[in-house]
């Protein structure tokens, strides 16, 4: 396993897409496809995630925002651009909170407006429902724990049935789309490192990262009409503060629907290709 895996399309200018947990940087083909052209896009797995090698401790935002700087100096890269979906967008965030001055332009995902549910049943399926015990055996007995889940994700069978397909896509509100197939059946391998990001994206300040934003930002944020009635009104409440108290360079954009806004076929294209430019 390498410290990171990236695939690489295009020339131009680097664009860095970070998926969000459970999905490999295939997530960002449908960026890959559009923007190859004009940019070299990097579709990145998440540090514990598919095969870029996990963080070995538990993850604040700078040593997220590191990770990051790390990539980018290794890759002898200078201004980026930066997308992130839901936990990689939570890295994006948090990189250009602390790292402006190489941050050309930043695109969050359904990222950074409102802090975590305490079920996130739409991003993780059932699984999000065990959240809070996670939550306690991690922080009680972390070694113990990771050990345990590293072992029976590595167990788990891969296989994906078209059904499955299909129920995925309804739960999120997508169409099933050849992007979202290809997503959906080459999910991210979790590892040890996988499960401190995880967590510690779990704890992430996400009101004062956004606060802390300088740079040129397109939020775009699922406003869950038609999906979830308490969702959507939470969103609004969180969209209305995170409105008073971001830098003017920060554009707040509702899409309607769910959590993958970019899947959404009310999402633009061609409005992250005006603002990349």
């Known amino acids: 396993m390498r410290q990171f895996h990236a695939s690489t399309f295009g020339q131009g200018e680097p664009v860095l897409f970070l998926p969000g947990g459970g999905f490999t940087g295939l997530q960002g083909l449908q960026f890959a496809e559009a923007l190859q052209h004009q940019y070299e ?4 797995d998440l540090p514990g995630f598919g095969e870029s090698e996990g963080i070995d401790r538990y993850t604040t935002s700078e040593v997220l925002a590191d990770w990051i700087e790390t990539y980018r100096t290794s890759r002898q890269l200078d201004s980026i651009r930066l997308i992130g979906h839901s936990m990689g967008g939570a890295i994006a965030l948090a990189y250009a909170a602390h790292y402006p001055q190489h941050v050309n332009r930043l695109i969050l995902l359904d990222q950074g407006h409102k802090p975590n549910v305490m079920l996130p049943y739409r991003e993780y399926g059932l699984f999000g429902f065990t959240f809070p015990m996670l939550r306690l055996l ?3 007995s972390p070694k113990r724990f990771l050990n345990w889940i590293e072992q ?3 167990a788990r069978d891969a296989f994906t049935s078209e059904d499955r397909f299909q129920s995925f896509c ?3 509100g997508v169409e099933p789309t050849p992007f979202v197939r290809t997503a959906f059946e080459k999910p991210a391998r979790l590892t040890t490192g996988g499960l401190h990001l995880l967590f510690g994206y779990d704890g992430l300040d996400f009101n004062n990262l956004l606060r802390r934003l300088s740079v040129p930002t397109q939020l775009y944020y699922a ?6 009635v308490r969702e959507a009104k939470r969103t609004l409440h969180y969209v209305k503060r995170a409105e008073r108290h971001v830098h003017p360079s920060v554009q707040l954009i509702a899409v309607p629907g769910g959590h993958f806004v970019q899947w959404n076929r009310y999402f633009s294209m061609d409005s992250v290709k005006t603002f990349l430019q």
């Open 41 to 44: 896009i990097h579709l990145m």
């Open 223 to 228: 406003d869950f009409t038609g999906l979830d």
């Open 138 to 140: 991690y922080h009680r």
């Open 152 to 154: 029976k994700t590595q």
């Open 170 to 172: 309804r739960r999120i």
